[in-house]
Structure formats: structure tokens, C-alpha cells
């Protein structure tokens, strides 16, 4: 590639499934080892320099042009509301957002008090609760959000849930799904314009790849 750019791919999770679809997609060199702690890796053969940043970082770096693409989920996405392109889903690391309960308590639209609600995802779960003309009081956590019905902290939970093992665990229920979740390519909006055949290069070899093997796509609904 004639130029350079900068992606941002989440840490955690998704990193290894990303970097593999980047080499499946041509971009041989994307590897790294586990016990690698650098933040910034060059990839001088493909043009490419990667950022390791927390997922919820992601849309910050490409929105402010720190980064050029990134990759991160759509959960993330939902709660930022971030002003950039989500050119493609990748499929990856595919789950949903619930509102979760105790088992066997009170349906919502029986409750008649303000619901306290557990979650890290404040902005989608008032907008949800909202359309629904239930008032609720948030209490944002950052982790282990299960934990807040168990000690009556919260009467229900909002959380991306993969299998619902830890639901099960904790004796809690899905109530209803907000929205579904995967990894999506997001570009930032001048990068687009400015450096528009190379970031089209990357797009058109992640589309293509994904085209060749069926990989699970987010469900449409929150998309």
C-alpha cells in the first residue's frame, strides 16, 4: 500500500478472532503473541499500524482520527453513538443485550414502583426503558453486573449475554433482548475521504473473505 494507516482493534475477546480474519484476508503479518504487552504494532509490509485499546476506546480514536478503522462491537456502538462509518459486520463475537431478572419475580409492566436497573450501558438502557414509559433509576457498574439483584441492589439487569451460563448460574432469567451485537468495521468519516483507496482496499478484502466462509451475522434488530 502506497499509504499508511492506523486501526484501532479492541483488546479482550475479539482481538484474536480480528487478527485472524485479517490474515485470512490477506494481511499476513497480523499476529500477535499473547504475552505481547505493546500498545502500538507496526505491520510495515501491509502499511498498517494497530492500536490495542480497550473496546469502549475504539470509537474514540477512529471518531477523533487517531485511528483510521477500527473494529468493535456493536454494543459499544449503541452506547456511544459515535460519528462514523460501520461499513461492515463482521460477525464476530455475536451475542445480545438483555434486561435480565430474578427467576420467578414480577414481570416489568406488573411492577408499579420506579425499576432500579444494573448496567453498563446507561444510555441504551434509559432510551429503552423510555419507549416503553417505564421510569427507571440506572446504577451503572463496571463489571460482575449479576451480582446487584442477588444483593438487592437492582431489580433487573441490562447485559450482553453469549450463551446464558452466567445467567443460569446467578438464577436469573432473560426478560426481554434490546438488541443484538457483533463486531463491526468503523472508519472515520475524513480517513474515508482522505485516504479513501487504501481504507476501500481493506473493506473490499474483509468483505470479500467473509464472503467465502458463513460467518454469523448480528441480527438486525439494533443494528
Not at 476506546?57 to 471518531?63: A, G, Q, R
Not at 411492577?111 to 433509576?137: C, D, H, M, W
Not at 457483533?182 to 483507496?197: E, G
Amino acid at each position: 500500500m502506497s499509504e499508511g494507516i492506523t486501526i484501532a482493534l479492541s483488546k479482550g475477546k475479539l482481538l484474536e478472532p480480528t487478527l485472524t480474519l485479517f490474515r485470512q484476508a490477506g494481511y499476513s503479518a497480523y499476529h500477535v503473541d499473547e504475552d505481547d504487552r505493546r500498545l502500538i504494532v507496526e505491520y510495515p509490509d501491509h502499511g498498517h499500524r494497530v492500536l490495542i485499546v480497550r473496546p469502549s476506546d475504539v470509537p474514540v480514536y477512529v471518531e477523533y482520527g487517531a485511528a483510521d478503522l477500527g473494529v468493535v462491537g456493536k454494543d459499544v456502538l449503541l452506547e456511544q453513538s459515535p460519528d462514523v462509518y460501520e461499513p461492515v459486520d463482521l460477525g464476530l463475537g455475536a451475542c445480545k443485550l438483555v434486561v435480565a431478572k430474578p427467576n420467578g419475580q414480577t414481570p416489568v409492566h406488573r411492577l408499579s414502583s420506579k425499576l432500579r436497573v444494573a448496567t453498563k450501558y446507561p444510555n441504551i438502557t434509559e432510551q429503552f426503558f423510555n419507549q416503553q414509559g417505564l421510569p427507571v433509576e440506572l446504577i451503572k457498574l463496571y463489571g460482575s453486573i449479576e451480582l446487584a439483584p442477588l444483593v438487592g441492589l437492582a431489580d433487573r439487569i441490562v447485559d450482553l449475554v453469549e450463551t446464558g451460563k452466567t445467567l443460569k448460574a446467578n438464577n436469573l432469567v432473560e426478560e426481554e433482548i434490546i438488541a443484538w451485537s457483533s463486531a463491526r468495521l468503523i472508519v472515520n468519516r475524513a480517513s474515508m475521504k482522505m485516504k479513501h483507496a487504501t481504507v476501500t482496499e481493506v473493506i473490499t478484502r474483509i468483505k470479500k473473505q467473509l464472503s467465502k466462509v458463513k460467518v454469523p451475522q448480528g441480527k438486525r434488530r439494533g443494528a
